[in-house]
């Protein structure tokens, strides 16, 4: 089965509250998990069959590598809905992804993608894959139905989920703001609808 709907956005930019908020819809998921590393090795080393197999096992796909090739999910999985999640801005991206760096070690995955493993160290580079990242994903999808643009900063939540994946609004239940990101945000139910 093709997945449902495949997140776009890059790290830090709210995908495990898209994750999460699925979750809550009754889609199954992957998101970033112990095995990610092998899946940012499998698209490093160019292996998309074995990605698209991997891609057919669930409905939801979000967090690195996926939104690495869209170009080629989007031909594969013709009926496939995809999601952009991103930041109220690049500064409140690079402030996030310079934090999530700075607690972890050097990841070989950052270095592929964006070409460093430190933002703090070369924010350039990351500044210029985030904003060429947004451009390329809204130029690819342009004529298409396909694409649904969200930021959770600036009051997305359910109501945009739900109508482009065709399900009810959860009753009662407050959007889900995860990780640091949610600091960021108004509280989590004014969100709800």
């Not at 997945?3 to 699925?22: D, M, N, Y």
């Not at 074995?50 to 057919?56: G, T």
């Not at 643009?149 to 109508?163: D, F, K």
Request: charged fraction near 20%; aromatic fraction near 12%.
């Amino acid at each position: 089965m093709p997945p449902v709907a495949i997140c776009l956005g890059l790290s830090r930019t709210g995908t495990k509250s898209f994750g999460e908020a699925t979750e809550i819809l009754g889609f199954s998921r992957l998101g970033w998990t112990d095995r990610s590393d092998n899946l940012m090795r499998a698209w490093h080393e160019g292996r998309l069959e074995d990605l698209f197999a991997v891609a057919e096992t669930f409905e939801i796909l979000g967090d690195i590598p996926w939104p690495l090739f869209y170009e080629e999910l989007a031909d594969r999985f013709p009926e496939t809905k995809f999601v952009l999640t991103r930041r109220a801005s690049v500064d409140l991206w690079m402030a996030s992804i310079i934090a999530h760096t700075d607690r972890s070690a050097d990841y070989w995955g950052h270095e592929a993608a964006y070409g460093s493993a430190r933002p703090a160290q070369t924010p350039e580079l990351y500044r210029a894959f985030y904003a060429d990242h947004l451009a390329g994903v809204r130029d690819f999808f342009a004529s298409s139905e396909r694409l649904l643009e969200v930021c959770w900063e600036t009051g997305s939540g359910w109501a945009e989920i739900c109508g482009f994946l065709g399900v009810p609004v959860p009753v009662d239940v407050a959007f889900p703001h995860s990780g640091r990101l949610a600091t960021a945000l108004p509280t989590a139910g004014s969100h709800a609808t």
